[in-house]
């Protein structure tokens, strides 16, 4: 079964960037499709982007389009979220995930990660 490990997460101020990687060790990651969640305390878990297993189909939340950029790189089994002007309402912890389908719903994702967390301060 594929593992999946988030890092890049850390304390930024508003405006700031961030890159999220998500490490997939294992011959399967390209056969999934690759999501990006993230949950506020209080809360439920929301959608943020997602990436097809090809790479060739991006969707993203409307919260973020045009700030964060979601790719993959399937020959290092590596999910990536860049996000730019990052702003206080972005703070969250953030989860990378596998699916069988495109999807933006947590209920359809066969794999998790444990989460790396994001804070943007004002």
């Known amino acids: 079964q594929v593992q999946l490990v988030e890092s890049g997460g850390g304390s930024v101020q508003a405006g700031g960037s961030l890159r999220l990687s998500c490490a997939a060790p294992g011959r399967t990651f390209s056969r999934y499709h690759m999501v990006w969640f993230r949950q506020a305390p209080g809360k439920e878990r929301e959608f943020v982007a997602g990436?097809?297993?090809?790479?060739?189909?991006?969707y993203y939340a409307n919260s973020v389009k045009g700030r964060f950029t979601i790719s993959r790189d399937n020959a290092k089994n590596t999910v990536y979220l860049k996000m730019n002007s990052l702003k206080p309402e972005d703070t969250a912890v953030y989860y990378c995930?596998?699916?069988?389908?495109?999807?933006?719903?947590?209920?359809?994702?066969?794999?998790w990660g444990r989460g790396t967390q994001v804070t943007v301060s004002s």
């Open positions: 995930a596998a699916s069988d389908t495109l999807t933006i719903h947590p209920v359809n994702v066969n794999l």
């Open positions: 990436v097809g297993d090809d790479g060739d189909n991006t």
